[in-house]
């Protein structure tokens, strides 16, 4: 998404504080031919953890494969030019089912049961934002008369 001079990497602590921010990014991991594979999800961020929900099927299979998992999510302003990204990748599992924890996870927009809730391991976490720049926004004023 971002890329030149000017973007700013960002620590831990604001990557994290910025995946708060937002309620939908995309999960990834690579099939056994080297396919990626990206699909979104609704997710919750849980310590350096994201947590989502999924249905069976891939997601579910690539978790109990043991498939190194990749979540990206992203914030952009394409009028001012400004955005950040941030990247979350470890090792998945599928949470034990427990009702408390089940009502706490991030509930999906579609309207298909998500019984499994899997929690991403955050062992790398890593951010990059393009900041608004000095003279990057010009206001016009038009006169009404």
């Known amino acids: 998404m971002l890329g030149?001079?000017?973007?700013?990497?960002?620590d831990r602590n604001t990557s994290l504080?910025?995946?708060?921010?937002?309620?939908v990014g995309r999960v990834a991991w690579a099939t056994d031919s080297g396919?990626?594979?990206v699909l979104p999800v609704n997710f919750a961020v849980?310590?350096?953890?994201?947590?989502?929900?999924?249905?069976?099927?891939?997601?579910?299979?690539a978790v109990r494969c043991?498939?190194?998992?990749?979540?990206e999510a992203d914030g952009l302003e394409p009028a001012l030019h400004v955005g950040w990204s941030v990247l979350v990748t470890g090792p998945a599992e599928?949470?034990?089912?427990?009702?408390?924890?089940?009502?706490?996870?991030?509930?999906?927009?579609d309207r298909e049961p998500k019984p499994f809730l899997v929690r991403l391991h955050g062992l790398r976490i890593s951010g990059?934002?393009?900041p608004l720049h000095a003279g990057g926004v010009t206001i016009e004023r038009q006169n009404s008369g």
């Open 17 to 23: 504080a910025l995946l708060h921010s937002v309620d």
């Open 35 to 37: 396919e990626a594979v």
């Open 66 to 71: 043991g498939r190194i998992i990749s979540f």
């Open 94 to 109: 599928v949470e034990p089912e427990e009702q408390d924890r089940l009502r706490q996870a991030p509930l999906p927009w």
């Open 46 to 61: 849980d310590g350096d953890d994201v947590l989502f929900r999924t249905a069976a099927g891939a997601k579910l299979d």
């Open 128 to 130: 990059r934002r393009l």
């Open 4 to 10: 030149g001079e000017r973007e700013e990497v960002l």
